[in-house]
């Protein structure tokens, strides 16, 4: 058995998103990149641009420049608060999750065909009780999943247009990233490319936010 596959707390939901469900999603997100538009992150202390673009939606986003990973209530370019999370984000949260409070950020990845994301955990939020809930829409992408040090050994999966995936229990810090995309295996955005959606609580319940 593969590192992955032992990670308990690991699910895939191929097809959560049914097409008009995909496409109702895409809709609300046209809203989302008119008030918070895609910007291109940047690495922390090179300044290194990151292949992917990126936004957000939810209370919080978390962004990435020379200062560092972090959560912040405004986005880096207009200043503005993010816009608020579509319901169809939160009900698949509530129908996903299996947690009792609601996801305070959405991070939005925009690929094009050649863009790609490192291996990496997602460590910057406070409460890792909460699962990590992850649809995609658009092009297939090459998923690559390990075990929760950088060294276990990985696996790939594909993730197409409307999959789920799920990072609870011990695969919440499992190593993840993006070893490539499949262009051209969806019909759903008219420009090509992937759009990944990352639902994540932040603060611990109760927590007084210090945002
Ligand atoms: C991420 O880990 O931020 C994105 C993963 C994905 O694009 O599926
Ligand atoms: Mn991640």
Redesign the pocket.
């Known amino acids: 058995m593969t590192a992955a596959r032992s990670l308990s707390g690991l699910r895939l939901v191929p097809g959560y998103l049914d097409r008009p469900s995909q496409e109702a999603l895409l809709g609300a997100l046209g809203t989302v990149f008119a008030a918070a538009p895609l910007y291109t992150p940047r690495m922390p202390k090179s300044g290194k641009p990151l292949s992917?673009r990126m936004t957000n939606c939810g209370p919080l986003g978390?962004v990435t420049d020379e200062a560092g990973y972090r959560y912040q209530p405004l986005h880096p370019q207009t200043g503005q608060p993010w816009p608020a999370m579509p319901d169809i984000l939160v009900d698949a949260w509530k129908a996903l999750a299996r947690y009792p409070h609601l996801p305070e950020s959405c991070?939005v990845?925009y690929?094009g065909p050649a863009a790609k994301?490192g291996l990496?955990q997602?460590r910057d939020e406070r409460d890792f009780e909460a699962p990590?809930v992850?649809l995609?829409l658009g092009d297939t992408?090459v998923?690559r999943i390990g075990g929760t040090t950088r060294k276990d050994a990985t696996r790939t999966l594909h993730?197409a247009s409307g999959d789920a995936?799920v990072l609870g229990g011990k695969a919440r810090l499992a190593f993840?990233?993006?070893d490539r995309i499949l262009p051209g295996t969806s019909t759903l955005l008219a420009e090509g490319g992937?759009i990944?959606l990352?639902l994540r609580r932040v603060t611990m319940p109760g927590e007084d936010r210090a945002w």
Do not use: A, K
């Open positions: 992917v978390w991070l990845n690929y994301m990496h997602d990590v992850s995609s992408c998923f993730l995936i993840h990233g993006v992937r990944n990352t």
